[in-house]
């Protein structure tokens, strides 16, 4: 063990297995599960997006190791729906995809979604490791020669990069932006992001007066128009 590695292992990451494949799931927690040796500790596993978004809001993992391809949806189905855990403003839920595919479709919509990174099953156990604890850290960690998919798509977005009006929002200001435009109640957006419903409305009239809108059903169609929903 390095000097490096001997210093990582003074602190744990909370992790969560999500993968459809019951064998596999056993194999990764064989492999990186033994806390003492690794620095990772697994505290829930789940086989399907909705098995997933349970496990992971109640037990709020660091990160998220995340199959591409669920019954229910798929893993860009579990990032949507984790979005508010994602963009906690404290000890945010961090996503890394780990899957068999290295399709390019697959790594671009799992990272437009909101994933740190993008790894395949071949990784072994040692990386896979330190690919938790740099996704852990904020970093963005992919296998070799995925990270040019990701350049080359969002290079070529047509998305202007500058949008003057929504760098007037903070950011919980967008994240009460996006809830509203996907259709939820305060009171839901109040559970959400553990906040008041009463800080909910004062962020929705916040956001209604910088971008001078009257109402959600507008706000709604601007956050479609720029494709935050």
């Known amino acids: 063990m390095t000097e490096d590695s001997g210093a990582q292992q003074t602190r744990n990451v ?10 596999f799931r ?42 591409v391809h669920l019954p229910g949806g798929g893993g860009v189905e579990v ?6 855990l994602m963009a906690a403003a404290e000890n945010p839920v961090r996503f890394l995809a780990l899957s068999v595919s290295d399709a390019a479709e697959d790594v671009i919509g799992v990272i437009r979604g909101g994933a740190r990174g993008y790894v395949t099953k071949t990784i072994t156990g040692t990386d896979l490791v330190d690919s938790v604890f740099r996704v852990q850290d904020g970093d963005a960690v992919f296998s070799p020669r995925l990270a040019g998919f990701v350049l080359d798509a969002f290079a070529s977005t047509d998305a202007p990069p500058v ?12 994240e009460v932006l996006r809830l509203i435009a996907r259709g939820y109640a305060y009171k839901e957006i109040a ?3 553990f906040i008041s419903v009463k800080t909910v409305e004062s962020h929705v009239s916040a956001v209604l007066r910088k971008l001078q809108l009257s109402n959600r059903h ?5 956050a479609t ?3 935050l929903v």
Do not use: S
Not at 14 to 23: A, G, T
Not at 163 to 174: A, C, G, K, S
């Open 191 to 193: 559970k959400q992001l």
């Open 14 to 23: 909370r992790v969560v297995l999500v993968d459809d494949h019951r064998m």
């Open 79 to 84: 990032l949507r729906r984790c979005a508010p």
């Open 225 to 227: 128009a720029r494709r």
């Open 163 to 174: 949008d003057e009006d929504l760098d007037r929002l903070t950011q919980r200001e967008r």
């Open 26 to 67: 056993t194999g990764v927690q064989a492999e990186i599960g033994d806390t003492v040796r690794t620095g990772v500790e697994v505290v829930g596993e789940a086989a399907d997006v909705d098995q997933a978004v349970t496990v992971i809001t109640a037990t709020r993992p660091e990160v998220v190791l995340l199959d």
């Open 218 to 222: 507008e706000l709604t169609r601007w």
